[in-house]
């Protein structure tokens, strides 16, 4: 599926959010940290997981991707090209082959405009013009996300939240895009609706070869649709491994303990493993622990992790950690690790 040349290459990627002080005179006196120095990469057609808990910084890493967020410091090459240095003009045109399937359907529709005028939006933004007309392409990709063309005119208040999701897919896949940024995608819907949503991108990406970056904080999913799975801990990648790999033969404290907290269908295991309870609460990314983000919570934690923050380095062919004592207990991954889910649309 991947090739040589990644179409996404992101290094050393930051993004700080100033804190001021109120008042007239306002002041910078910190900063949140939600993106501290991420560096991946993505390759033509294929799906990067890219998971961590509610505030480790993986949604604003995706929209900072696409340059929705202005990156603070850091390169973020798509195609060879680096996005920081391009101006907002060429990056309209660039969107083109970069688009972003939202995590909320309910507000990135407009209310005011017609499913129609939503999905027409890019090839009127580009100055596109379709082959067979604007209402035809329209039609023909409400049909494709499974939206039936007749609704052209109705308002996203008249759709379900899984309709409404289509609708955002129909309008990112409209100009047949390189690259989609997926934040959380189907994190809103119905458990139902999640597997049609999942089977229905893994069928776009099979016939477009668009590549995904999968944003999400459910690991079954990112395991069901994923090719390789990066983990995210307050603003930094703890862990990046081919997704099989990852899920079968964890490396860092933090991997180990997400997995222990997927549940497993079979109610003795469940009843019988041993799940890691992290201690205490995620750290405030306005003020991250010194050395490892993670020693505060980490119970292998030793002085150099209080002191020295570990190197995204690679341990095997494609696995990479963030750790100063990387383990890998199979015994404890055999016990925790989830088994494969099937999706049926």
């Not at 459910?218 to 703890?238: E, P």
Request: charged content about 20%.
């Amino acid at each position: 599926m991947t090739q040589d040349s990644p179409i996404l290459k992101v290094s050393n990627l930051v993004k700080h959010f100033p804190i001021t002080s109120g008042g007239i005179f306002q002041r910078t006196t910190g900063a949140v940290k939600a993106v501290d120095g991420i560096s991946l990469e993505v390759f033509p057609g294929e799906t990067l997981g890219l998971v961590g808990e509610s505030g480790c910084g993986k949604s604003t890493a995706g929209r900072t991707i696409l340059r929705l967020l202005e990156p603070t410091s850091g390169s973020i090459e798509f195609e060879g090209q680096n996005l920081i240095k391009v101006s907002k003009r060429e990056l309209v045109f660039m969107r083109r082959e970069m688009q972003m399937i939202f995590q909320d359907p309910y507000s990135s529709l407009n209310p005011r405009a017609t499913v129609g005028d939503i999905i027409s939006a890019p090839f009127q933004v580009q100055g596109v013009k379709p082959v067979g007309g604007l209402r035809s392409a329209v039609g023909d990709l409400m049909e494709r996300v499974g939206l039936n063309p007749e609704h052209f005119n109705r308002y996203p208040n008249e759709f379900s939240g899984g309709q409404r999701q289509r609708i955002g897919i129909a309008r990112a896949i409209a100009l047949q895009p390189k690259l989609i940024v997926c934040d959380e995608p189907v994190s809103a819907l119905d458990v139902s609706i999640q597997a049609q949503i999942l089977n229905l991108l893994a069928d776009i990406q099979n016939d477009f070869g668009i590549a995904y970056v999968f944003v999400a904080h459910d690991l079954s999913v990112v395991r069901h649709i994923s090719d390789r799975v990066a983990v995210m801990y307050l603003g930094q990648i703890m862990e990046s491994a081919p997704s099989e790999l990852l899920y079968t033969e964890p490396l860092h404290p933090y991997t180990h303990a997400l997995l222990s907290a997927i549940p497993i269908p079979d109610p003795d295991l469940e009843r019988n493993r041993e799940r890691i309870i992290l201690s205490g609460d995620l750290p405030s990314p306005s003020n991250p622990p010194a050395g490892c983000v993670f020693n505060t919570r980490c119970w292998k934690a030793e002085d150099k992790c209080r002191s020295e923050r570990p190197v995204l380095r690679e341990i095997s062919m494609g696995h990479q950690v963030a750790c100063h004592f990387p383990e890998q207990n199979l015994l404890e991954t055999i016990s925790i690790a989830p088994t494969g889910t099937d999706f049926i649309a």
